[in-house]
């Protein structure tokens, strides 16, 4: 499956699992694998919403969220299927 969206800004995070559910009172799923959450405003089809964003290590969320900070612009991203889409959002 073919998806194509951009990323305007990390709306919070990075969060770890034990935060979301001891402090936060995070209700929804969790993948499996992961550990570190962001959460970040998308555009997809032209309208604007909040996505999660999931990762097995803190360094790699730490990185996701500087890069797309540093951007002016939104970063396109084209994914040809290489991502995983569960309900919970995204495992990078």
């Given at each position: 499956?073919?998806?194509?969206?951009?990323?305007?800004?990390?709306?919070?995070?990075?969060?770890?699992?034990?935060?979301?559910?001891?402090?936060?009172?995070?209700?929804?799923?969790?993948?499996?694998?992961?550990?570190?959450?962001?959460?970040c405003k998308v555009e997809e089809d032209?309208?604007?919403?909040?996505?999660?964003?999931?990762?097995?290590?803190?360094?790699?969320?730490?990185?996701?969220?500087?890069?797309?900070?540093?951007?002016?612009?939104?970063?396109?991203?084209?994914?040809?299927?290489?991502?995983?889409?569960d309900d919970s959002g995204k495992m990078?």
């Open positions: 499956m073919k998806r194509n969206f951009k990323i305007w800004a990390v709306s919070e995070g990075p969060f770890s699992v034990e935060e979301l559910l001891y402090d936060e009172g995070y209700e929804f799923d969790i993948p499996e694998e992961g550990q570190y959450l962001v959460v032209k309208k604007l919403r909040d996505e999660e964003f999931w990762f097995t290590d803190i360094q790699d969320a730490y990185n996701f969220k500087n890069f797309v900070d540093s951007r002016m612009e939104a970063i396109e991203v084209v994914d040809e299927g290489i991502l995983s889409y990078c």
